[in-house]
């Protein structure tokens, strides 16, 4: 069957995806922090605003591509950095890479994916950007941008917002191996709801299992739950206002800051010289009482001025809450799980499904309001249900 008739919607590839890999992993995909507060209202958010459009304007036919960071791209969308994306999927960064390159819009490798930046970026070329975590160690840290900078990369993402781990009670609850957290060993559940499904046990192991392929150079050829804890020794809580100087005095390309949710953090990153904000509650997997990025984006425009790049992540599952994010003041959006729910269900296939279905919601949601520009939709009246 046609998968475009089968799944013609993003959210329908959630359940496509839980059903395709394990419980463990679904979990580590989807879930929130504490109770999912945070995750839940990312999604009543956009379902509660309205947009109203205008008539009579005759034929629209509406122009996605967007000029970002002095870059002109097709979409006025990305795919937001997820770690470890090839435990979710085998193969998911470059799928994913691939789809950007093709369609026009960037690709956020993470410094914990399974696949290195080299990789990435041979595939996804100018669409491919770097997320970084600051790790601990200073040298580490330059030779990552180095490694970025050397693949051609323009812009890195510096993610804020994960000063600490944060508790993953349903991935506790699915038993994953939560290396530093709970539990360390694969456990014979674990093993259990692999081995009930076979693909992508499979193809796991054809890819080599859990891998961090940018960070593996650091770690002394170590591997499994002994690589995932020097990862989480290096990367959590390093970050401060003076690293971020010394990472802005290295960097030449765009830097944007991740995961701002306060205007006056959002005041001092743009006076130290970032080049635009990831507005964002990562998805709802940090802080359970975290606002919507949306509910922030007034006061940290007001803040920040006209000109900086503000971009919006965090509970976006359609072509039309693209639109809303964009209407109501974003500059640009991101999508995380979104993109990596339809990798999950349809291998191969869901880079390029994901982004046909956003680009068409996206054009035809901007034809139904009459609206022919990603600029036009500024005047948009943006309402609440
Ligand atoms: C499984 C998973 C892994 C993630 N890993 C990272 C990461 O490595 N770096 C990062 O900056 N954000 C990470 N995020 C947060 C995403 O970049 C993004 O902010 C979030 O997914 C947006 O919310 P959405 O999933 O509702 O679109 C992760 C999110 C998920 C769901």
Redesign the pocket.
């Given at each position: 069957m046609d998968i475009s008739n089968k799944y013609p919607r993003l959210s329908d590839l959630e359940a496509a995806a839980k059903r395709k890999i394990p419980p463990f992993v679904y979990a580590?995909?989807d879930s929130g922090t504490g109770h999912d507060n945070t995750k839940t209202a990312?999604r009543t958010v956009y379902d509660s605003i309205t947009l109203t459009p205008k008539f009579l304007r005759g034929r629209v036919d509406p122009d996605i591509s967007v000029n970002l960071l002095g870059k002109t791209y097709q979409a006025p969308f990305g795919v937001?950095?997820?770690?470890l994306s090839s435990l979710i999927w085998p193969g998911a960064e470059l799928v994913l890479a691939k789809a950007a390159k093709v369609h026009g819009f960037p690709y956020a490798l993470?410094?914990?994916a399974g696949e290195s930046i080299e990789r990435v970026s041979a595939v996804g070329g100018d669409m491919a950007w770097f997320?970084l975590?600051a790790p601990f160690d200073r040298a580490l840290c330059t030779d990552l941008l180095r490694r970025a900078a050397e693949c051609g990369c323009k812009t890195i993402?510096l993610?804020a917002d994960v000063p600490a781990p944060s508790r993953r009670e349903r991935m506790r609850i699915a038993g994953a191996p939560l290396g530093s957290r709970g539990n360390s060993t694969f456990s014979p559940r674990v093993i259990w709801q692999s081995m009930t499904h076979p693909e992508w046990a499979l193809r796991t192991l054809m890819n080599g299992g859990a891998r961090f392929r940018n960070m593996e150079p650091y770690a002394n050829g170590q591997r499994g739950m002994a690589i995932t804890k020097f990862i989480g020794s290096q990367l959590n809580g390093s970050l401060d206002w003076d690293y971020l100087a010394e990472i802005r005095q290295q960097w030449q390309g765009n830097l944007l800051l991740?995961g701002i949710l306060h205007a006056q953090d959002a005041t001092r990153a743009v006076k130290m010289g970032v080049d635009g904000l990831v507005i964002?509650n990562?998805?709802g997997?940090q802080l359970d009482a975290a606002p919507h990025p949306l509910g922030q984006l007034q006061g940290i425009r007001a803040a920040v001025g006209g000109n900086l790049p503000i971009i919006i992540?965090?509970?976006?599952r359609s072509g039309l809450d693209v639109v809303r994010a964009l209407a109501s003041g974003a500059d640009f959006v991101m999508?995380?799980?979104?993109f990596m729910y339809s990798v999950a269900a349809l291998g191969r296939r869901g880079g390029d499904h994901a982004a046909g279905i956003l680009l068409e919601e996206v054009r035809d949601v901007m034809a139904q309001l009459g609206i022919d520009s990603i600029k036009g939709l500024r005047d948009v009246h943006v309402g609440k249900l």
């Open positions: 580590y995909l990312n937001s950095p997820i770690g993470s410094t914990v997320q975590y993402i993610t991740k964002s990562h998805g997997r992540d965090s509970g976006v999508l995380g799980r979104a």
